[in-house]
Protein backbone atom coordinates (compact mmCIF):
# COMPACT_ATOMS: atom_id res chain seq x y z
CA UNK A 1 0.00 0.00 0.00
CA UNK A 2 1.33 3.67 -0.94
CA UNK A 3 2.65 5.75 1.45
CA UNK A 4 0.97 8.91 2.69
CA UNK A 5 4.03 10.97 2.59
CA UNK A 6 4.55 14.58 4.42
CA UNK A 7 7.63 17.28 3.54
CA UNK A 8 8.87 19.75 6.12
CA UNK A 9 10.64 22.75 4.23
CA UNK A 10 12.74 24.54 7.05
CA UNK A 11 13.07 28.39 5.76
CA UNK A 12 15.59 31.54 6.08
CA UNK A 13 15.19 33.81 3.63
CA UNK A 14 14.84 31.63 0.95
CA UNK A 15 12.49 33.34 -1.73
CA UNK A 16 14.80 32.73 -4.50
CA UNK A 17 14.48 28.79 -4.38
CA UNK A 18 11.64 27.85 -2.61
CA UNK A 19 8.81 28.11 -5.06
CA UNK A 20 11.01 25.97 -7.80
CA UNK A 21 11.67 23.49 -5.08
CA UNK A 22 7.51 23.12 -4.06
CA UNK A 23 6.98 22.44 -7.91
CA UNK A 24 9.37 19.87 -8.42
CA UNK A 25 8.29 18.31 -4.99
CA UNK A 26 4.66 18.21 -6.64
CA UNK A 27 6.40 16.67 -10.16
CA UNK A 28 7.25 13.76 -8.13
CA UNK A 29 5.40 13.39 -4.98
CA UNK A 30 1.55 14.97 -6.31
CA UNK A 31 0.32 13.87 -3.32
CA UNK A 32 2.30 14.87 -0.27
CA UNK A 33 1.48 17.49 1.68
CA UNK A 34 4.06 20.08 2.39
CA UNK A 35 4.53 22.03 5.24
CA UNK A 36 6.96 25.08 4.74
CA UNK A 37 8.16 27.16 8.32
CA UNK A 38 9.93 30.25 7.45
CA UNK A 39 11.72 32.04 10.13
CA UNK A 40 12.51 35.10 7.87
CA UNK A 41 12.09 38.62 9.01
CA UNK A 42 10.70 39.78 6.09
CA UNK A 43 7.93 38.16 4.26
CA UNK A 44 9.55 37.72 0.80
CA UNK A 45 9.91 33.66 0.87
CA UNK A 46 6.34 33.36 2.27
CA UNK A 47 5.14 35.67 -0.78
CA UNK A 48 7.18 33.94 -3.02
CA UNK A 49 5.08 30.73 -2.66
CA UNK A 50 1.80 32.05 -1.59
CA UNK A 51 0.40 31.66 -5.20
CA UNK A 52 0.94 27.85 -4.70
CA UNK A 53 -0.53 27.17 -0.88
CA UNK A 54 -3.50 25.00 -1.19
CA UNK A 55 -5.04 22.12 0.68
CA UNK A 56 -1.64 20.50 0.28
CA UNK A 57 0.92 23.06 0.97
CA UNK A 58 0.76 25.29 4.40
CA UNK A 59 2.74 27.92 4.88
CA UNK A 60 4.03 28.74 8.36
CA UNK A 61 5.49 31.96 9.50
CA UNK A 62 7.26 32.91 12.49
CA UNK A 63 9.09 35.98 11.55
CA UNK A 64 12.17 35.40 13.64
CA UNK A 65 15.04 32.59 13.60
CA UNK A 66 13.98 30.62 16.18
CA UNK A 67 16.83 27.56 14.63
CA UNK A 68 16.69 24.81 11.85
CA UNK A 69 15.60 21.80 14.77
CA UNK A 70 12.48 23.82 15.87
CA UNK A 71 11.21 24.58 12.46
CA UNK A 72 11.36 21.00 11.66
CA UNK A 73 9.54 20.10 15.07
CA UNK A 74 6.79 22.34 13.97
CA UNK A 75 6.07 21.14 10.45
CA UNK A 76 6.54 17.56 11.76
CA UNK A 77 3.53 18.29 14.44
CA UNK A 78 1.54 20.06 11.46
CA UNK A 79 2.03 17.12 9.70
CA UNK A 80 1.27 14.33 12.29
CA UNK A 81 -2.22 16.33 12.63
CA UNK A 82 -2.84 15.68 9.31
CA UNK A 83 -2.64 11.91 9.42
CA UNK A 84 0.47 11.36 7.43
CA UNK A 85 2.01 7.90 7.65
CA UNK A 86 5.93 9.36 6.87
CA UNK A 87 7.40 12.59 7.39
CA UNK A 88 10.30 13.92 5.23
CA UNK A 89 13.00 16.45 6.25
CA UNK A 90 14.56 18.63 3.16
CA UNK A 91 16.24 21.84 2.97
CA UNK A 92 14.86 24.41 0.74
CA UNK A 93 18.36 25.29 -1.33
CA UNK A 94 18.02 22.62 -3.68
CA UNK A 95 21.31 20.85 -1.92
CA UNK A 96 18.50 17.80 -1.27
CA UNK A 97 17.35 16.66 -5.08
CA UNK A 98 13.62 15.81 -5.11
CA UNK A 99 14.43 13.70 -8.23
CA UNK A 100 15.35 11.13 -5.05
CA UNK A 101 12.59 10.94 -3.04
CA UNK A 102 10.71 8.29 -4.89
CA UNK A 103 13.86 5.97 -4.57
CA UNK A 104 14.04 7.28 -0.61
CA UNK A 105 10.25 6.11 0.02
CA UNK A 106 10.60 3.04 -1.75
CA UNK A 107 13.46 1.96 0.31
CA UNK A 108 11.99 3.25 3.51
CA UNK A 109 9.05 1.28 3.22
CA UNK A 110 10.25 -1.92 1.82
CA UNK A 111 12.91 -1.99 4.66
CA UNK A 112 10.32 -0.99 7.16
CA UNK A 113 12.35 1.89 8.73
CA UNK A 114 11.66 4.20 11.27
CA UNK A 115 14.07 6.41 9.88
CA UNK A 116 16.22 7.02 6.72
CA UNK A 117 19.32 9.04 6.18
CA UNK A 118 20.08 10.45 2.39
CA UNK A 119 24.23 10.07 3.37
CA UNK A 120 26.33 12.04 1.44
CA UNK A 121 29.42 9.89 3.11
CA UNK A 122 28.35 6.15 1.52
CA UNK A 123 30.55 4.61 -1.09
CA UNK A 124 28.13 5.84 -3.70
CA UNK A 125 26.92 9.52 -2.41
CA UNK A 126 28.75 12.58 -4.07
CA UNK A 127 28.74 15.88 -3.31
CA UNK A 128 29.01 18.81 -5.53
CA UNK A 129 30.26 22.25 -5.60
CA UNK A 130 30.61 22.75 -1.83
CA UNK A 131 34.19 24.25 -1.03
CA UNK A 132 36.83 22.67 0.81
CA UNK A 133 36.37 24.44 3.98
CA UNK A 134 32.69 23.68 4.15
CA UNK A 135 34.00 19.56 3.40
CA UNK A 136 36.28 19.74 6.09
CA UNK A 137 33.95 20.96 8.60
CA UNK A 138 31.60 18.74 7.90
CA UNK A 139 33.72 15.51 7.79
CA UNK A 140 34.87 16.95 11.30
CA UNK A 141 31.96 17.73 12.91
CA UNK A 142 30.32 13.72 11.78
CA UNK A 143 33.78 11.98 12.93
CA UNK A 144 33.38 13.81 16.34
CA UNK A 145 29.82 12.94 16.73
CA UNK A 146 30.30 9.62 15.48
CA UNK A 147 33.07 9.38 18.70
CA UNK A 148 30.85 11.21 21.21
CA UNK A 149 27.36 10.01 20.43
CA UNK A 150 27.54 6.12 19.63
CA UNK A 151 25.24 5.74 16.40
CA UNK A 152 26.59 3.58 13.84
CA UNK A 153 25.72 5.92 10.80
CA UNK A 154 28.14 7.72 8.29
CA UNK A 155 25.95 11.02 7.93
CA UNK A 156 24.97 12.71 11.41
CA UNK A 157 24.52 16.25 9.86
CA UNK A 158 22.67 15.95 6.50
CA UNK A 159 18.75 17.27 6.64
CA UNK A 160 17.13 14.81 4.08
CA UNK A 161 15.58 12.53 6.22
CA UNK A 162 12.61 10.20 5.52
CA UNK A 163 10.66 9.68 9.28
CA UNK A 164 8.14 6.92 10.10
CA UNK A 165 4.82 7.94 12.17
CA UNK A 166 5.78 6.51 15.16
CA UNK A 167 9.53 8.15 14.76
CA UNK A 168 8.00 11.51 14.20
CA UNK A 169 5.90 11.31 17.34
CA UNK A 170 8.69 10.38 19.30
CA UNK A 171 10.80 13.13 18.08
CA UNK A 172 8.05 15.91 18.45
CA UNK A 173 7.63 14.28 22.26
CA UNK A 174 10.89 14.18 22.94
CA UNK A 175 13.22 16.36 20.93
CA UNK A 176 14.10 19.86 21.04
CA UNK A 177 15.53 20.03 24.38
CA UNK A 178 19.68 19.67 22.85
CA UNK A 179 19.32 23.39 21.01
CA UNK A 180 17.08 24.19 18.43
CA UNK A 181 18.87 24.98 15.32
CA UNK A 182 21.12 21.78 13.41
CA UNK A 183 22.39 19.82 16.66
CA UNK A 184 18.54 18.74 16.69
CA UNK A 185 19.59 16.23 14.05
CA UNK A 186 22.30 14.77 16.11
CA UNK A 187 19.36 14.95 18.91
CA UNK A 188 16.81 13.03 16.85
CA UNK A 189 19.43 10.47 15.76
CA UNK A 190 20.34 9.35 19.26
CA UNK A 191 16.83 9.62 20.49
CA UNK A 192 15.50 6.92 18.00
CA UNK A 193 18.44 4.70 18.02
CA UNK A 194 18.18 4.40 21.94
CA UNK A 195 14.56 3.29 21.64
CA UNK A 196 15.96 0.66 19.86
CA UNK A 197 13.96 2.34 15.97
CA UNK A 198 15.49 1.10 12.83
CA UNK A 199 17.72 3.23 11.00
CA UNK A 200 18.82 3.08 7.57
CA UNK A 201 20.80 4.97 5.06
CA UNK A 202 21.28 5.67 1.40
CA UNK A 203 23.89 7.43 -0.98
CA UNK A 204 22.52 10.80 -2.21
CA UNK A 205 23.87 13.43 -4.58
CA UNK A 206 24.33 16.95 -2.21
CA UNK A 207 24.47 20.06 -4.29
CA UNK A 208 25.97 23.30 -2.73
CA UNK A 209 23.12 26.10 -3.37
CA UNK A 210 23.07 28.27 -5.71
CA UNK A 211 21.44 30.95 -4.70
CA UNK A 212 20.23 32.63 -1.28
CA UNK A 213 22.48 32.66 1.82
CA UNK A 214 23.30 29.65 4.18
CA UNK A 215 21.94 30.15 7.53
CA UNK A 216 25.19 28.41 9.40
CA UNK A 217 27.14 30.97 11.00
CA UNK A 218 29.57 31.89 13.62
CA UNK A 219 26.81 31.36 16.54
CA UNK A 220 25.24 28.10 15.04
CA UNK A 221 28.37 26.55 14.97
CA UNK A 222 28.93 27.32 19.00
CA UNK A 223 25.07 26.47 19.58
CA UNK A 224 26.00 23.00 18.13
CA UNK A 225 29.24 22.43 20.05
CA UNK A 226 27.06 23.24 23.72
CA UNK A 227 24.26 21.17 21.83
CA UNK A 228 26.54 18.39 21.46
CA UNK A 229 27.25 18.40 25.13
CA UNK A 230 23.56 18.02 25.79
CA UNK A 231 23.14 15.37 23.26
CA UNK A 232 25.96 13.42 24.85
CA UNK A 233 24.29 13.83 27.77
CA UNK A 234 20.83 12.46 26.72
CA UNK A 235 23.12 9.45 25.58
CA UNK A 236 23.81 8.55 28.80
CA UNK A 237 20.20 8.77 30.20
CA UNK A 238 19.01 7.09 27.30
CA UNK A 239 21.77 4.34 28.16
CA UNK A 240 21.49 4.38 31.43
CA UNK A 241 17.31 4.03 31.13
CA UNK A 242 17.91 1.18 28.86
CA UNK A 243 19.62 -0.69 31.02
CA UNK A 244 17.69 -0.37 33.99
CA UNK A 245 14.51 -1.73 31.73
CA UNK A 246 16.84 -4.57 30.71
CA UNK A 247 17.22 -5.48 34.56
CA UNK A 248 13.61 -4.88 35.76
Not at 196 to 216: D, K, M, Q, Y
Request: one cysteine or more.
Amino acid sequence: MPLSPGIVIPTFREADNIADLVAQLRAVAPHARIVVVDDSPDLETVNAVAPMAGPTLEVVHRGGKGGRGSAVLEGMRALLARGVDVVVEMDADHSHPPSELPRLLDEFQRERLDLLIASRYLKDSRIENWPLTRRLFSRAANRLARTALGVPVHDYTNGYRLYSRRAAELVVAECGKSGSGFIALSEILVTLHYHGLRIGELPTVFVNRARGESSLNAREVFSAGVGLWNTVRLRRRLEHRAAHDRLS
